[in-house]
């Protein structure tokens, strides 16, 4: 089975300009979390979707940041303007559906944005 | 609210140096889950342990092993004979059930370097 994958692995743009992240989570995962890693700093949750809802998206930073997940199924997460101090790794986690006991995350390879 | 200390920043050992990486969290809940994952330079997060928060046995993994204490909200992790390969960040985490699926919190990561 398949597990998290997010692309592109690497990205490294100029500060202003726009950053798309994708997020492929396990198939018949409804949960998908967006988290980040900005240098020397803890992971930290940014949303959360429940299918293509947003559960929680306490964690954004601020509204130059766009998550989606249409249909359900993989997300994307816009940064755009891009900034300095958006630089970081971007973690995407999926897990299985609402109601069971336990719901592992289980963690894709993340993203590594680099702002220039 | 969760939160995750790892009071250490960066550690250095000399190869096959036992090395203690320290975890402590905070929570008002009495069901909730513990983890490690491993960071290495390549990025990705590796899954190390999962423990739940009603079994307090200690475990061993190879050259892992980890201590769970209630008492005193902590969840160390030792690696035994230090290596080269061991080199990475390390994150504690915890995560509380809420609404039928996990908020993880991590802590800020322990970045160990072994030197050979």
């Known amino acids: 089975e398949a597990g998290v994958t997010q692309f592109p692995s690497h990205s490294v743009i100029e500060k202003g300009q726009t950053v798309t992240l994708r997020c492929d989570p396990i198939?018949?995962?409804?949960?998908l979390y967006w988290y980040r890693r900005v240098m020397g700093k803890e992971i930290k949750f940014l949303l959360h979707?429940?299918?293509?809802?947003?559960?929680?998206e306490s964690g954004m930073p601020n509204n130059r940041f766009l998550a989606e997940r249409t249909g359900g199924t993989y997300s994307t997460l816009k940064v755009q303007p891009a900034e300095l101090e958006d630089s970081g790794v971007y973690f995407c986690?999926?897990?299985?559906?609402?109601?069971?006991?336990?719901?592992?995350?289980?963690f894709g390879p993340g993203t590594r944005l680099t702002v220039l | 609210a969760q939160k995750v200390t790892q009071a250490q920043t960066e550690i250095s050992v000399v190869e096959k140096e036992d090395v203690t990486l320290d975890c402590v969290y905070e929570?008002?809940?009495?069901?909730?889950?513990l983890f490690w994952y491993k960071q290495p330079p390549s990025g990705e997060l590796v899954f190390l342990i999962r423990?739940?928060?009603?079994?307090?046995q200690n475990e061993i993994s190879g050259r892992y092993s980890w201590n769970f204490q209630k008492s005193t909200s902590s969840f160390n992790f030792t690696i035994t004979a230090s290596q080269v390969v061991d080199s990475a960040v390390y994150f504690c985490?915890?995560?509380?059930?809420?609404?039928?699926?996990?908020?993880?919190?991590f802590g800020t990561g322990t970045k160990l370097q072994v030197i050979p």
């Open positions: 929570t008002r809940d009495t069901t909730y889950y």
């Open positions: 986690a999926s897990s299985q559906a609402a109601g069971m006991r336990y719901n592992e995350q289980f």
């Open positions: 979707f429940v299918k293509e809802s947003k559960q929680d």
């Open positions: 423990r739940n928060s009603f079994d307090e």
């Open positions: 985490a915890l995560s509380e059930p809420s609404g039928g699926y996990q908020k993880v919190t």
């Open positions: 198939s018949g995962h409804d949960n």
